[in-house]
């Protein structure tokens, strides 16, 4: 059974910045393609972003290029979403997946395994 958990969410001012980060269990985490996904209240999940599972290979969400920055450390099981010049539309629960497979897709449907999600508030 493979286990998400996320860290690092929290409360931040307009155009601050925050590192969530996502550790995974088991032995298989380089099989893995990675997504980040975020869900705000009365929406629908969405895609930010994600990485290959060689970290070769990243996509974005166009709202979020150029802020966001994923990567991952294959040995530490973990993957990162550095988040920069934050803003009050970027809140949301954020929620990592798994997917097995070499590329990261942008639905929801194609994943997994899921964390519980951690939350990210920007204030205006």
């Known amino acids: 059974q493979v286990q998400l958990v996320e860290s690092g969410g929290g409360l931040v001012q307009a155009g601050g910045s925050l590192r969530l980060s996502c550790a995974v269990s088991g032995r298989t985490f380089s099989t893995y393609a990675m997504g980040w996904f975020r869900q705000a209240p009365g929406k629908e999940r969405e895609f930010v972003g994600g990485?290959?599972?060689?970290?070769?290979?990243?996509d974005y969400a166009d709202s979020v290029k150029g802020r966001f920055t994923i990567s991952r450390a294959n040995a530490k099981n973990t993957v990162y979403l550095q988040m920069n010049s934050l803003k009050p539309e970027d809140t949301a629960v954020y929620y990592c997946a798994a997917r097995s497979g070499v590329v990261a897709y942008t639905q929801p449907r194609d994943y997994n395994y899921w964390g519980q999600g951690t939350q990210v508030t920007v204030s205006s």
């Open positions: 990485i290959s599972r060689s970290g070769g290979s990243t």
